[in-house]
């Protein structure tokens, strides 16, 4: 799987799911007055969880987040996610649907729109599983 043979479901996944985590973690600092600095990776898994009922792997994550982040659509520092300005125009202006069908749209568009690119880029496995033991712990919470 390289990033000549189109967008997959799972990089529409990915992506939906940050452009979720992001747009929360936003409202929660405005409303707290802090400043915003983007999804963590725990966001990103749980808004992963809550469209399709599962959370992708160390490996599903990374390879998704290289493609996106090389076409210039989101970008990773640390353990945090933004949508870049490109990845912003492109969810402005995908066709309007539910979050159901939230994930098909978006692979449709991103076949459309642009190519996958290959950001060098390495999700250690301490990173990943630090992200999914506090997604899992505010699940516990109920938060």
Known sequence: MGADDGWHWNDAWI???AVIAERLERDRAL???LPVTGASFADVLAAADFLHHAVPSRDELEFSM???AGAGLLSVEDDLVEIAPAGE???RTRPFSGLSSAVM???AQLNRA???GDWEWTLDEQTYMTALR??????????
Not at 134 to 143: I, K, N, P, S
């Open 15 to 17: 992506f939906v799911s």
């Open 31 to 33: 409303h707290a007055a």
């Open 66 to 68: 290289r493609r996106l």
């Open 89 to 91: 125009q492109l969810w």
């Open 105 to 107: 749209t978006l692979q």
């Open 114 to 116: 642009s190519a996958p």
């Open 134 to 143: 506090e997604y899992r712990t505010r699940l516990a919470d109920g938060r």
